[in-house]
Antibody, heavy 116, light 105 residues
Framework: QVQLQESGPGLVKPSETLSLLCSVSGVSIRSFYWSWIRQPPGRGLEWIGY???????DYNPSLRSRATISMDTSQNEVSLKLDAVTAADTAVYYC???????????WGQGTRLSVS | SSELTQPPSLSVSPGQTAGVTCTGKNLDSKYVSWYQQKADQSPLLVIYEDTKRPSGIPDRFSGSNSGNTATLTIRGTQSIDEADYYC????????FGGGTKLTVL
């Protein structure tokens, strides 16, 4: 059974780089699609991007210049870095597993991130 | 740019049928997925590829997609179905609708 667990610092200062980790169990991250999706307080879902086939990535055009998604296959972890954060990046950040790039089959519990 | 539009809210009485709509240009040429998000929980996939239900999703949940509108239908709505519902498609990037808050009262 695929399980995902996000982790992060909880609080980041403006202009700094946000770093989040998604620890995956139950499947190798070498296959399938691994996404980051965020949800600002009281608002809807926003796709950040995904990584697939170990090194291919695709990003939301609105975040492409600041976001980097990578993976550590030895640890079975997926990471997100977001540069130059502002208060607008305050959100719950979810890691999600997709069997293909069209849907998100399983989601992690999310990690809350505040920029202040 | 691609957009998906959902009504912000929908109310339904217990036992009735709820229809959550999602509109977008030529939406029936894309696969649409639906997610249920209960308060303080992560989203859960309830419909994918317009009409398919993942294992474990009750058969009172169904989906359709025609023209510019996809619809998530919940038959015999129960209080446990009260949640936010999001549609999603892929059109050169992943796009989510703004979400619909379903109230069962």
């Amino acid at each position: 059974q695929v399980q995902l667990q996000e982790s992060g610092p909880g609080l980041v200062k403006p202009s700094e780089t946000l770093s989040l980790l998604c620890s995956v169990s139950g499947v190798s991250i070498r296959s399938f699609y691994w996404s980051w999706i965020r949800q600002p307080p009281g608002r809807g879902l926003e796709w950040i991007g995904y990584i697939y086939s170990s090194e291919s990535t695709d990003y939301n055009p609105s975040l492409r210049s600041r976001a980097t998604i990578s993976m550590d296959t030895s640890q079975n972890e997926v990471s997100l870095k977001l540069d130059a954060v502002t208060a607008a990046d305050t959100a719950v950040y979810y890691c999600a597993f997709g069997r293909d790039g069209y849907k998100f089959n399983i989601w992690g519990q999310g990690t809350r991130l505040s920029v202040s | 740019s691609s957009e998906l539009t959902q009504p912000p809210s929908l109310s339904v009485s217990p036992g009735q049928t709820a229809g959550v709509t999602c509109t977008g240009k030529n939406l029936d040429s894309k696969y649409v997925s639906w997610y249920q998000q209960k308060a303080d929980q992560s989203p859960l996939l309830v419909i994918y590829e317009d009409t398919k239900r993942p294992s474990g999703i009750p058969d009172r949940f169904s989906g359709s997609n025609s023209g510019n509108t996809a619809t998530l239908t919940i038959r015999g709505t129960q209080s446990i179905d009260e949640a936010d519902y999001y549609c999603q498609m892929w059109d050169n990037r992943v796009v989510f609708g703004g979400g619909t808050k379903l109230t069962v009262l």
